[in-house]
């Protein structure tokens, strides 16, 4: 069989397959899509008619000229001519000066303008006399309007944009024509070139599985006759790849677990030293590439940890162990040792290490926390009771001591129940998050409030309290009470540290989505060792060895601001001092996302 010969009859019928499947369909859409182009043409004449006329009806005018004026504005607005027609006369066009459209001839004959006048809307296609273009026209009868009698309202759009839209689409398709041709002629081409060498491959194929490239498979040979060959040599190739990839999925799988595992993760050989470890591991120890090979305080530079793996590789009986490594920057390590025997009854051990550094954390936090409580309500309920029991034990007191003492214990009284509500709304602030939702507040509006509720305490200490919005109608995400709480805690200690006759000045501005609050207040200042610690818990800067400030402070205020203003994804901070050569006044600022406006 000559090879060519079957080259050139494949090309050949694919090629008139080819004409067959494309002439009848490329005549068939280039008459649709003359078809469709027109009529599409003609709907949008019709539309943009029935906008002008919809247009001119919501307008009043006073003259004809004022009609023309107008409608030659609408025109060019909608790029299409507009020709107003009464009696056959026309007195509005707006590619015709007004001045010359009395040397208009008369267009009572024209075939729109009858149809219009049969109560219908009238549509042609035909060349245009006075501008001398090929226009489609649409025309339809309009009632009187004011000043302007009835008329025809004719509309005409360029017919030469559908023309070159479907020259376009011509152009297109015989491009399409031309590169399938030319594909199909190259598809052929391709094709037949396979068989040329389909015993060659045939041959390359078989060697090549026989070198150990299992993936390889034989898709191509010359006849019938090889194929119970081919289809031995493919299934040999098969299932031979089926059992290599067995084999390397389970040791991915492993590799996977190894390397996924939230723990850390370390195998060691029979001579304690480190057979392989997993990312966990490497992170949590701050290892480097290559821990392979080293022992393990080599790896770790933990005495206590070798220690351990030695004696439990020493041990006739070797049995689970368990201990905590503390590690720089309040890291806490829980470390399993797990002994095991291979195949050939070499002792080895797995390591693993639990990071507990978070709930050592939270423990120490809440050791603190009831110690810090305990200790704020230890020392006013020893005043109470003292003072109570001085009352008892003598009923003879006179009445101004009396009145002295239950003042004493009445502010005692009053502190323990704003240390209590402060407790509360921290607590509540904590979990604001999850019970509450977050929303578009009126920063503006919350903001005002607030300072006029704070008014009369800046007045009783003579303090000019002033409020400044460089932007009106601004929306963050927030919780309205939260954000009044955060506000009023704020200038309330701005007054309370103001001196007398000073000015406190809150602030809201608006840059780049972020809105930005300000309370400044001219008061002595936040030291500068003191400024990253006022955010903390029962911190607080004056009389810091009492447990009750001068105030009656319990120094939650601050901690709960943070709190607040964090759980809406925003940030708090304290500059001091706001005059530098003064060295006087500090400055709370804390930023919020600016948020979509309410509806």
């Known amino acids: 069989m000559n090879n060519y010969s079957i080259r050139n009859r494949l090309l050949t019928g694919m090629f008139l397959l080819l004409m067959v499947a494309l002439v009848p369909p490329f005549y068939y859409f280039d008459s649709s899509l003359r078809t469709d182009i027109l009529r599409d043409a003609k709907a949008r004449a019709v539309t943009y008619l029935n906008t002008v006329a919809w247009t001119t009806r919501e307008h009043t005018f006073t003259s004809v000229p004022e009609f023309a004026g107008w409608l030659n504005e609408l025109a060019s607005q909608l790029n299409v001519r507009v020709t107003y027609i009464v009696d056959g006369k026309v007195i509005a066009d707006t590619n015709v000066p007004f001045a010359e459209l009395n040397l208009l001839p008369s267009h009572a004959d024209r075939p729109e303008v009858l149809t219009a006048l049969e109560g219908k809307t009238g549509v042609e296609v035909r060349f245009s006399t006075t501008i001398e ?105 098969q299932n031979i790849e089926m059992h290599l990839r067995m084999v390397v999925d389970q040791k991915n799988r492993l590799e996977a ?126 005043s109470i009771k003292g ?60 903001l005002e409030q607030t300072v006029r509720d704070m008014i009369p305490a800046a007045d009783e200490k003579g303090i000019t309290l002033e409020s ?64 990253s610690r006022i955010f903390e818990r029962f911190y607080r800067l004056e009389n810091e060895e009492s447990p009750v400030a001068k105030d009656g402070s319990a120094g939650l205020g601050l901690a709960i601001c943070r709190r607040i203003i964090r759980s809406y994804g925003g940030d708090i901070r304290v500059e001091s001092p706001v005059d530098k050569e003064k060295g006087t006044g500090a400055a709370f600022i804390f930023t919020l996302k600016k948020a979509l406006k309410k509806s």
């Open 468 to 531: 400044y919005v460089d932007h009106y109608d601004i929306h963050v995400i927030a919780d309205a009470g939260g954000l009044s709480e955060v506000l009023r805690n704020l200038i309330d200690n701005a007054i309370k540290y103001s001196p007398k006759n000073s000015t406190v000045a809150v602030g809201l501005r608006l840059r780049n989505g972020i809105a930005t609050f300000s309370i400044r207040d001219e008061g002595s200042g936040i030291p500068a060792e003191s400024q």
């Open 133 to 237: 273009k090929d226009l489609i026209y649409a025309a339809r009868v309009e009632k009187q309007h004011g000043i302007i009698p009835a008329g025809i309202m004719r509309v005409a759009i360029p017919a030469s944009s559908a023309s070159e839209r479907l020259t376009r689409l011509e152009a297109g398709m015989l491009w399409v024509f031309a590169l399938t041709a030319f594909g199909t002629v190259l598809f052929g081409f391709l094709v037949t070139r396979p068989f040329l060498i389909s015993i060659r491959r045939l041959a390359s194929a078989a060697q090549a599985i026989g070198l150990g490239q299992y993936q390889r498979r034989i898709r191509t040979y010359p006849g019938t006759e090889f194929e119970p060959l081919v289809s031995a040599i493919n299934d040999m190739a």
């Open 257 to 382: 677990v190894f390397d996924g595992m939230t723990e850390g993760v370390m195998v060691l050989d029979e001579r304690g030293r480190i057979h392989s470890c997993n990312a966990a591991f490497m992170a949590m120890l701050g290892c480097v590439e290559g821990c392979e090979g080293r022992t393990v305080i080599e790896a770790t530079m933990q005495p206590d940890l070798q220690q351990a793996v030695d004696e439990i590789l020493a041990s006739p009986i070797p049995k689970n162990a368990s201990l905590v490594l503390e590690l720089p920057e309040s890291v806490y390590l829980v470390v399993n040792l797990v002994p095991f025997r291979d195949r050939q009854e070499a002792r080895k051990m797995v390591l693993v290490f639990h990071d507990v550094s978070e709930r050592e954390q939270l423990e120490c936090v809440r050791r603190d926390f009831v110690a810090n409580v305990s200790h704020e309500l230890k020392t006013p309920l020893t």
């Open 387 to 446: 003072y109570a029991e001085t009352l008892i034990d003598a009923p003879e007191t006179p009445h101004s001591t009396a009145v002295k003492f239950l003042t004493i214990i009445l502010r005692n009284a009053d502190h323990m129940t704003k240390m209590v509500n402060s407790l509360l709304v921290l607590a509540r602030s904590q979990h604001i998050k999850a019970s509450s939702q977050l929303t578009s507040v009126d920063a503006e509006e919350v």
